[in-house]
């Protein structure tokens, strides 16, 4: 079983920039790769940046060269270094670890809102 827990969220000024931490408990592997989703009202969830185990990252299109994830060497903590931020980004963040098994956070709120 694996918990993960969220920090970070809030609100932010157009052009300001947050940072997002998930803190895992259990049982993380290092190759279990972790990542970050978010959810806007009336809108599916969607993958915002993930790392593997390995250190491989990807990104959705709509935050490369804004968001930055990255995790520690124990592998029990991801972060998410949002810059840059417009409203569009504006949503519910979820950290997420998958492998073995899916698990996901309970989400933090990020508003940008001037």
Not at 48 to 76: M, W
Request: charged share 20%.
């Amino acid at each position: 079983q694996v918990h993960l827990v969220e920090s970070g969220g809030g609100l932010a000024q157009p052009g300001g920039s947050l940072r997002l931490s998930c803190e895992a408990s259990g049982r993380i592997l290092s190759f279990t790769t972790m990542g970050w989703y978010r959810q806007a009202p009336g809108i599916q969830r969607e993958s915002v940046a993930v790392i593997t185990g390995g250190g491989i990252t990807r990104y959705a299109d709509f935050v490369k060269g804004r968001f930055t994830i990255s995790r520690d060497k124990a592998h029990r903590r991801v972060y998410l270094q949002m810059n840059s931020l417009n409203p569009e980004d504006t949503a519910v963040y979820y950290c997420n670890a998958r492998g073995p098994g899916e698990y996901w956070g309970q989400g933090t709120q990020v508003t940008v809102s001037s």
